[in-house]
């Protein structure tokens, strides 16, 4: 069973348009983390939440967890080709052992 | 990148033959890990480390086994390679963010393992 689930798992959309892409956990987050990964490459590292109800923003994404700390959404608002790529969540659900989503694939046709 | 390489970068072994897959950090980290990654699956946790000889499995530990000896390096081993074991290998640290009582994870530049 996945931890994590991300929807939508593939997302095409055309440059300029928002999208939103959502990770949720059945059970209690304690500190969500989201990466974005370029085709081929390793991870980085785009923002984490920690309190239930927190958004951080960072250039043209946003990303918030939802007050019960089971449900985190990234929203990327104007899309570019620069976007695309792998979204991954992640977080701690038990003891020192990290989770991932997943995992959702985004195009952005110019 | 906190200071983590991965060697080798790219290998192709042979069914039945020993790999060993290096993680090498700089900066003392306690938390220290190994994930593989598939298309299909995502990013799975294989083993981990919280010290020096304190290891623990995770996820998707079978036939794999760790070592850590020194607080710098941690190292992945495949006993006998299989062609299910082809994959990406990450490792990644956890970095304790100072006064949020919250680690920050950091992933080294993976390694791409073929298995004939």
């Known amino acids: 069973s996945q931890e994590l689930e991300q929807s939508p798992q593939s997302l095409i959309v055309q440059e300029g348009k928002n999208l939103t892409i959502n990770c949720t956990s059945s059970?209690?987050?304690?500190?969500l983390y989201w990466y974005k990964q370029k085709y081929g490459e390793g991870l980085i590292f785009l923002m984490m939440l920690q309190k239930g109800g927190e958004e951080k923003s960072h250039e043209k994404i946003t990303a918030k967890l939802d007050e019960k700390k089971q449900q985190s959404s990234l929203h990327i608002t104007a899309s570019q080709p620069s976007h695309a790529g792998i979204y991954l969540c992640g977080a701690y659900i038990t003891g020192n052992q990290f989770y991932f989503g997943t995992g959702t694939s985004l195009t952005v046709i110019p | 990148d906190a200071g983590i390489t991965q060697s080798p970068r790219h290998k192709v072994t042979e069914t039945g033959t020993p790999v060993t897959l290096r993680c090498h950090q700089t900066?003392?980290?306690?938390?220290m890990y190994w994930y593989r990654q598939d298309p299909g699956h995502g990013l799975r946790l294989i083993h981990y480390?919280?010290?020096?000889?304190?290891?623990d499995k995770g996820e998707v530990s079978d036939g794999y086994s760790v070592s850590r000896s020194k607080t710098e390096d941690f190292l992945l081993t495949l006993e006998s390679a299989t062609s299910s074991q082809t994959s990406v290998y990450f490792c990644?640290?956890?970095?304790?963010?100072?006064?949020?009582?919250?680690?920050?994870?950091?992933f080294g530049p993976g390694t791409r393992l073929t298995v004939t």
């Open positions: 480390s919280y010290g020096v000889k304190d290891t």
């Open positions: 990644a640290i956890s970095v304790l963010l100072t006064g949020r009582g919250s680690y920050e994870q950091y």
């Open positions: 059970k209690t987050l304690y500190g």
């Open positions: 900066e003392n980290h306690r938390y």
